[in-house]
């Protein structure tokens, strides 16, 4: 990805279609060896993004799902303690063995467990790896407190192995919903991009490009509707995952075009909460499709 021209045609390669900012903090991102924090509501694409970059670049994608209750250890690295007993018990019966060289057997990489962080510090033949750390603000400030560490140095520490450093940093990309804000120690060791709901071209290029068998007017109808939710009073507002969700859907159906009753049908692909579901019944789907029919060019 030599320029932010190719960043957006190597990622629409992979069927991400992103705008110029986002490409130009991928660049930047890429070119600076910086991780990048994506923040934004569920469903915009920062997840599918690491993926596309992925892809494009050839590189593995190691994921990391934050979630509460994570601690450095499980993101690490943990030992495979049944395996360990059973060695033990083996040395018991054959007569037992050195102590000393019991424990260097035991804790040796023959029973490490990689979790996605240590995976992210080895070498690669085809390059460092894109490490994914997904949904950062489920986790708790002891959690990004050590990843200050993690991501500064580009190493993990084993107590009973030494310090693990990677050859290559990888690239690294943090995402958040922002259900709570991040320590701002984090943030300045990122380049940092808020990604926004697409406007109206964009999210038909992007489903276009994701679900290229679905008829031009019907994208153009179900962009329009997701357009129009999302300006009113919903709990939680459609992303573009549920664009795409709801178009793959109405094909499953044979839906040729919107109607309030193939809406009222099929809620349940673009609102995720009774609420809002409860709130488009009826009259209030078809006030939408009857807005939009008026605001369509002649």
Known sequence: MKSIDAVQADLAAQGYVCGRALAIVVFLSLRLGRPLFLEGEAGTGKTEIAKAIAAALGRRLIRLQCYEGLDAASAVYEWNFAAQM????????????????????????????????????????????????DEIDRTDEPFEAFLLEALSDFQVTIPELGTIRAPEPPIVILTSNRTREVHDALKRRCLYHWVDYPDLARELAILKARVPEAAESLSRAVVGFVQALRTEDLFKRPGVAETIDWAKCLLALDVLELSPEVIADTLGAILKYQDDIQRLQGSEAKRILDQLAAEAPV
Do not use: H, K, N, T
């Open 86 to 133: 059973v060695a033990i018990r083996s040395a018991e019966a054959a007569g037992g063995a050195e102590a000393g060289a019991l424990r260097r057997e035991l804790f040796s990489d023959e029973y490490l467990i990689e979790r996605p962080l240590l995976q992210a510090m080895r070498p690669d033949p085809a390059g460092a790896p894109v490490l994914l750390i």
